[in-house]
């Protein structure tokens, strides 16, 4: 809890950093409650056949487009497509909140709501490089932490905020008010006062040739750093295994029939544990403990299947709570680790990659343990998923400890004398 607190005392001081911090938790809340309206408004709009393809492509076209989005984007420069994708994503909400007002075939809603992540494609990976150009490098673990802490937070309060609105003003002005939170998200943006790199010709024309080289520059820059390698392999299984969790909380609660309300406390306490991962988190990505971080990912398969086999509430809670808190103890060592180690050149690349790993790990999980509960009964269907995730999340640690040996090494090698030098 110590270092927590450094971490935010840390960034309280830096204008541009507690901007950064706004800008991404108002963007994260606009995002929930989106999908909170938009899912009820499909749903009303063309049923459960209407409401199945918005869930698919919400998900499949950022999954699709990352790469090649990001690479597309370093034409930019990132606070300019920033920008340029908050005001897109407002004025989408507006023909959305429009186009609901006056009863539109549910079509319209779903092509509105696939324009808006096809921008998001492109919004995410230019956050980044935004970030990672404004917060000083000395200062980059403590970012991650603090943004990290804050993100897990949106995550648990912006639905229930989104249900809160909708009840109050209905789905079209919960659209509205979405709009809104856009705008803030770019007046956020607008204000950071941080580096501002200019775009080379030498970037203009990796953009131009984007979609012949996007994946390729994105795996190269893994290839290159066991560090990088290990980190984008542990956050892949990480989200993979956090996407079954979420499918895994409704199984769960009808299985221990203890009351409607099940679900929400279950979500509550993987929120609670994801908060508390990430400050955890914080002190892990300063001293770069990539091996611990990776440890943390593999114990998730096993907290996984004990969660899918609690026997009551209590150790369901307290299963949850460790599965958000193991999840997300190493995040703020992935995007400090992308920062420092990732080059410039490949960074636009790479962290479309990362944000379709992201996306497609969420959804693949839920897929999977899905099929798995189906098949094979929801305890032992999640036991076969967690130790699958376990066993593929251990495949980071050979990178991982490479990069502890060179550590290791570089620490050990004695400084350089005059008489070496001359």
């Known amino acids: 809890m110590k270092t927590a607190l450094t971490n935010f005392k840390n960034i309280a001081h830096l204008p541009d950093a507690r901007r950064l911090l706004a800008a991404d938790a108002t963007s994260k809340a606009g995002d929930w409650i989106l999908y909170v309206a938009m899912s009820t408004l499909v749903f009303e709009a063309g049923g459960a056949g209407a409401l199945s393809l918005f869930t698919a492509l919400r998900v499949v076209v950022p999954f699709a487009l990352g790469p090649w ?24 909400l507006v023909l959305a909140a429009v186009t609901a007002g006056v009863h539109q075939p549910a079509w319209v809603l779903v092509v509105l709501v696939v324009c808006c992540a096809s921008v998001s494609a492109f919004h995410a990976p230019a956050e980044r490089r935004f970030q990672r150009d404004a917060i ?30 909708i009840t109050v003003v209905g789905n079209v002005g919960a659209l509205a008010l979405d709009a809104l939170s856009f705008l ?3 007046v956020f943006v607008a ?22 080289g996007a994946l390729a520059t994105a795996l190269g820059a893994m290839q290159k750093d066991p560090t990088v390698l290990a980190c984008f392999l ?16 409704p199984l769960l609660g009808d299985r221990l029939d203890v009351g409607a309300g099940t679900v929400g406390w279950l979500t509550a306490a993987v929120g609670a544990g994801s908060v508390l991962g990430v400050l955890i988190g914080g002190s892990i ?23 899918g086999s609690s026997p009551n509430l209590v150790v369901a809670l307290l ?26 050149r490949d960074s636009s690349a790479f962290y479309g990659l990362v944000e379709s790993s992201i996306t497609g790990g969420f959804a693949l999980g839920g897929v999977i343990l899905g099929a798995a509960a ?16 376990s066993l593929i999340a251990a495949t980071a640690l050979i990178p991982a400890l490479c990069h502890r040996r060179a550590l290791k090494a570089t620490l050990a090698s004695p400084a350089p004398t005059l008489e070496s030098v001359s």
Request: charged content about 10%; aromatic content about 4%; hydrophobic content about 50%.
């Open 69 to 92: 989005a990001g690479r597309w984007g370093a034409a930019l420069r990132p606070r300019t497509l920033m920008i340029t994708a908050d005001a897109v994503r407002s004025v989408l």
């Open 136 to 165: 000083a490098p000395d200062q980059r673990a403590s970012f991650n932490a603090v943004i990290g802490a804050t993100g897990t937070t949106v995550i648990v309060v912006a639905p229930a905020l989104g249900g809160l609105i």
């Open 184 to 186: 803030l998200s770019l």
């Open 191 to 212: 204000r950071v006062s941080g580096p501002l790199h200019t775009v080379s010709p030498k970037n203009q024309e990796q953009a131009a040739s984007a979609g012949k």
């Open 234 to 249: 542990a956050q892949a299984v990480a989200c993979t295994v956090a996407g079954a969790s979420l499918v895994l909380l």
């Open 285 to 307: 990505a300063k001293n770069g403990r990539v091996v611990l971080g990776v440890t943390s990912v593999v114990s998730m398969g096993v907290i996984l299947g004990l969660l």
């Open 319 to 344: 299963c949850a709570v460790l599965a958000g808190t193991a999840a997300n103890i190493p995040e703020p060592l992935y995007w400090t680790s992308y920062a420092d180690r990732v080059t410039e």
């Open 374 to 389: 189906a098949v094979l009964g929801t305890s032992i269907g999640t036991w076969v998923v967690g130790v699958a995730g």
